[in-house]
T-cell receptor
């Protein structure tokens, strides 16, 4: 079974500080991918970053990095130098052998304050 | 490059009615997936269409059906609407049938009264 767990319903961070959003996963697939999406109040899901299960290096995209610990089955998102515009819901998602299907966690609401 | 678009933006229906939601995939993408996102939840996979064929389905009843057209745009049809069908419906396109990076549209917010 595929499962994503996000244990932080809400996180608060001051502008310009770094923040880590937690994500753990469960899968029996050997090959899989982990995704992070940002969802502002408008509703659109914005792709942030992707990590493949065979990637040896942690993925980075600008201010976003993914702390991938395969043995612990965790894929935490690190946002450096937070900005007010980062305030949104963040979802971790797992893609595996089930074609095209992404399994999402329940999300973490991030609030960045000045 | 045109992104994923969805229509309508908002929709209000009554229980028992039928609804059709539309999605235009991103240029060059041949795969469309549909997700339902209830309030306070993560998106749940409904089904995927790859080259006009249904290519995987989540735990949704048959009254949820879809189509994909030769231009890779897609429709989601829901018959006999129930109150629990109230949700944000998201369409995502990707360049292949596997778990590639999926690009989401802005969603259609459906309210069933």
């Amino acid at each position: 079974a595929q499962k994503i767990t996000q244990t932080q319903p809400g996180m608060f961070v001051q502008e310009k500080e770094a923040v880590t959003l937690d994500c753990t996963y469960d899968t029996s697939d050997q090959s899989y991918g982990l995704f992070w999406y940002k969802q502002p109040s408008s509703g659109e899901m914005i792709f942030l970053i992707y990590q493949g299960s065979y990637d040896e290096q942690n993925a980075t995209e600008g201010r976003y990095s993914l702390n991938f610990q395969k043995a612990r089955k965790s894929a935490n998102l690190v946002i450096s130098a937070s900005q007010l515009g980062d305030s949104a819901m963040y979802f971790c998602a797992l893609g595996g052998s089930t074609l095209g299907r992404l399994y999402f966690g329940r999300g973490t609401q991030l609030t960045v304050w000045p | 490059e045109t992104g994923v678009t969805q229509s309508p933006t908002h929709l209000i229906k009554t229980r028992g009615q039928q609804v059709t939601l539309r999605c235009s995939s991103q240029s060059g993408h041949n795969t469309v997936s549909w997700y339902q996102q209830a309030l306070g939840q993560g998106p749940q996979f409904i089904f995927q269409y790859y080259r006009e064929e249904e290519n995987g389905r989540g735990n949704f009843p048959p009254r949820f059906s879809g189509l994909q057209f030769p231009n890779y745009s897609s429709e989601l049809n829901v018959n006999a609407l129930e109150l629990d069908d109230s949700a944000l419906y998201l369409c995502a396109s990707s360049p292949g049938e596997f778990y590639n990076e999926q690009f989401f549209g802005p969603g259609t917010r459906l309210t069933v009264l």
